[in-house]
T-cell receptor
Framework: GQNIDQPTEMTATEGAIVQINCTYQ??????LFWYQQHAGEAPTFLSY??LDGLEEKGRFSSFLSRSKGYSYLLLKELQMKDSASYLC??????????WGAGTKLIIKP | IAGITQAPTSQILAAGRRMTLRCTQD?????MYWYRQDLGLGLRLIHY???????GKGEVPDGYSVSRANTDDFPLTLASAVPSQTSVYFC??????????????FGEGSRLTVL
């Protein structure tokens, strides 16, 4: 079966750095996506990786290793507004998105 | 502001009733999707449409139907609601003809409670 694993919850301190991991087992691979979802709101797109390596976008970076079935989202200089759930999703061989359950990130002052 | 509009935002429904969740987008995206989101689970695809006039079943289609008469509208119908359909429903769209087509644009969600 297809599976996306990510931690259920993480806690970090304002101003610090946090890494949210995602491992996947899917039938085929056509890209990995990270979305941010604030409580009670819709998910919003953060990043897309299709080749191995690091993609940097401001305070957020996303890394992919296809051979290991592994990705991480790195958030730097954490702000209180970064408190949200972070969803990892993989596009499989049928170009359908398979979603992880999300990681709830709690930022403490 | 361009985007996706869902209605209603929230609804309480008696079991056995019929309900249609509306979804409209003005971005001229060819692909549209309906997901449900339940606590502790990832987003699960109910139905999708790659282009106007076509629809397909997702992971959890039972009890739901959709139609795609035009590019902009993609309503989701529960023919006879059951309590297990209590969930938050998200409509989404994407420009599926380009690379990175997993960049979805989501509506604000419809919170449905079936009693």
């Amino acid at each position: 079966g297809q599976n996306i694993d990510q931690p259920t919850e993480m806690t970090a301190t304002e101003g610090a750095i946090v890494q949210i991991n995602c491992t996947y087992q899917t039938s085929g691979f056509n890209g990995l996506f990270w979305y941010q979802q604030h409580a009670g709101e819709a998910p919003t797109f953060l990043s897309y990786n299709v080749l191995d390596g690091l993609e940097e976008k401001g305070r957020f970076s996303s890394f992919l290793s296809r051979s290991k079935g592994y990705s991480y989202l790195l958030l730097k200089e954490l702000q209180m507004k970064d408190s949200a759930s972070y969803l990892c999703a993989v596009m499989d061989s049928n170009y359908q998105l398979i979603w992880g359950a999300g990681t709830k990130l709690i930022i403490k002052p | 502001i361009a985007g996706i509009t869902q209605a209603p935002t929230s609804q309480i429904l008696a079991a056995g009733r019929r309900m249609t969740l509306r979804c409209t987008q003005d971005m001229r995206h060819n692909a549209m999707y309906w997901y449900r989101q339940d606590l502790g689970l990832g987003l699960r695809l109910i139905h999708y449409s790659n282009t106007a006039g076509t629809t397909g079943k997702g992971e959890v289609p039972d009890g739901y139907s959709v139609s795609r008469a035009n590019t902009d509208d993609f309503p989701l119908t529960l023919a006879s609601a059951v309590p297990s359909q209590t969930s938050v429903y998200f409509c989404a769209s994407s420009d599926s003809d380009r690379e990175g087509a997993g960049e979805l644009f989501f509506g604000e969600g419809s919170r449905l409670t079936v009693l």
